[in-house]
């Protein structure tokens, strides 16, 4: 049943040392800000879940909170590599970092059999390439009707599902619109949830024919943060920061620079940072 929470309480309620934690957001609504409020509160030894690790998963990396990575694909969109990301696997800084790859249909496969409560999902996968030399939790398995050949990857079932919404009603009910990728998928999946969002309102109004809806029984916290997507996008509300993107590039680069920025943009700044940068991205485009 969902509670409204701030997003510090949230965290602290949900987000415990040593967790499996999925961030879901296929470039629009990747929850940023909730990532800042676990890195501020020095969550560690953490195994994280993500289709597309970017900015959000560079940042955990660098400020030492992770153990380990399941993913489908690693970058900063468009621009280039995640250089914590390649700092921590190549050097072992700030710590050894584990990965676990996968393919996005796998990804999106184990997430879809861990919200149906099943053990291991079961596609058609993984012909030709060679992921399966390298990731042991690659099966195949055989159709006990058809004979076929098929893949097989363990389920997703994390201790912890965090996604950015559009709204959710006075009831805790969440709508997500435009691109939703698997934050849908992630929640059911999960034993417990924090959903931010950029608003709570009395009625949903006009929806999009693609709109998805969390019933409030599928939810545990929510924690309104307007522009908490940052610097990706929210449909209706604000654009995505291309500009960001770039800089980050520089910005991680190196160790030094890194840290002074997490230092002045993360540890010192709180939630309410977001609505200001959702304000000056709006400003620009007025």
């Not at 953490?46 to 990575?69: E, H, N, S, W």
């Not at 250089?83 to 190549?90: I, L, P, T």
């Not at 184990?110 to 149906?116: H, I, L, N, R």
């Not at 950029?198 to 029984?217: K, S, T, Y």
Request: hydrophobic share 45%; proline share 5%; with cysteine.
């Amino acid at each position: 049943m969902a509670r409204f929470l701030s997003l510090a309480e949230a965290v602290q309620s949900n987000v415990r040392d040593g967790d499996t934690v999925a961030m879901e957001g296929f470039t629009h609504l990747i929850p940023h800000a909730a990532g800042h409020e676990i890195i501020r509160q020095q969550r560690k030894r953490l195994t994280l879940i993500r289709m597309t690790p970017d900015l959000i998963y560079d940042q955990f990396i660098g400020m030492g909170c992770v153990a380990k990575v399941v993913f489908s694909w690693g970058g900063n969109p468009g621009v280039g590599s995640l250089h914590r990301f390649r700092d921590a696997v190549e050097n072992d800084w700030p710590q050894p970092l584990a990965i676990e790859e996968h393919s996005h249909a796998a990804m999106a496969n184990a997430y879809e059999a861990g919200a149906a409560g099943l053990p291991l999902a079961i596609f058609r996968g993984y012909i030709g390439v060679d992921l399966p030399k390298v990731n042991p939790k690659i099966k195949s398995i055989t159709c006990p009707f058809t004979g076929e050949q098929l893949a097989a990857v363990p389920s997703h079932r994390p201790d912890v599902a965090i996604i950015h919404a559009l709204r959710a009603d006075r009831e805790g009910n969440v709508m997500l619109e435009g691109i939703v990728g698997v934050q849908k998928e992630a929640v059911l999946a999960a034993k417990r949830s924090i959903v931010t969002v950029e608003e709570v309102v009395d009625d949903f109004g006009e929806r999009n024919l693609n709109a998805v809806i969390l019933p409030h029984w599928t939810v545990g916290a929510i924690a309104t943060v307007p522009g908490g997507a940052y610097p990706s996008y929210a449909q209706g509300y604000y654009k995505r920061d291309n500009a960001f993107y770039i800089t980050w590039d520089k910005v991680a680069r190196e160790r030094e620079t890194f840290l002074a920025w997490m230092k002045a943009n993360v540890l010192e700044q709180g939630p309410e940072a977001f609505a200001a940068h959702m304000r000056r991205l709006n400003a620009k485009a007025a």
